[in-house]
């Protein structure tokens, strides 16, 4: 039964890092915009790659830290994402507004993941 929502969290971490990618690709090519999308684009796919390397069943401890640094890097991904709203709000409305949505939605999931872990971690 686990299996399935592994597979959906997965999915979902695609699809955010595609939605991420389009949003990143779709800035114009100016000084100020490649600050905001190059950790945009570095953190953007770092939870997919860390969730999938979850999956081959290490230690707990392991896996705590690797939800931590996916958590991690998913709200510095969500503090660019804020900044380039604030600085942008009419341009960005329609592609950012969602794709902060489902940052924060990502967020608590892995949040909700990480205390379960460090509550179930062996002392």
């Given amino acids: 039964m686990a299996q399935p929502m ?3 969290l997965r999915g979902r971490l ?4 595609a939605w991420l990618s389009a ?3 779709a800035l114009p090519t100016t000084r100020p915009a490649s600050h905001m999308s190059d950790p945009l684009a570095r953190y953007g796919g ?7 390397e979850d999956a ?3 230690c707990p401890t392991d896996s705590c830290d690797r939800v931590h640094r996916v ?7 969500r503090a660019h ?25 990502l ?3 892995f949040a909700a993941s990480l205390k379960k872990g460090e509550r179930d971690r062996p002392r």
């Fill in 23 to 25: 949003v990143v690709e």
């Fill in 81 to 105: 994402l804020g900044r380039m709203q604030q600085r942008h709000p009419t341009q960005c409305l329609l592609r950012v507004s969602p794709l902060l949505a489902e940052c924060d939605a």
């Fill in 6 to 8: 592994k597979q959906d």
């Fill in 107 to 109: 967020i608590a999931i």
């Fill in 56 to 58: 081959c069943g290490d």
């Fill in 14 to 17: 695609l699809k955010f890092a």
């Fill in 46 to 52: 770092l939870p997919l790659a860390k969730c999938t």
């Fill in 71 to 77: 958590l991690e890097k998913l709200r510095e991904v």
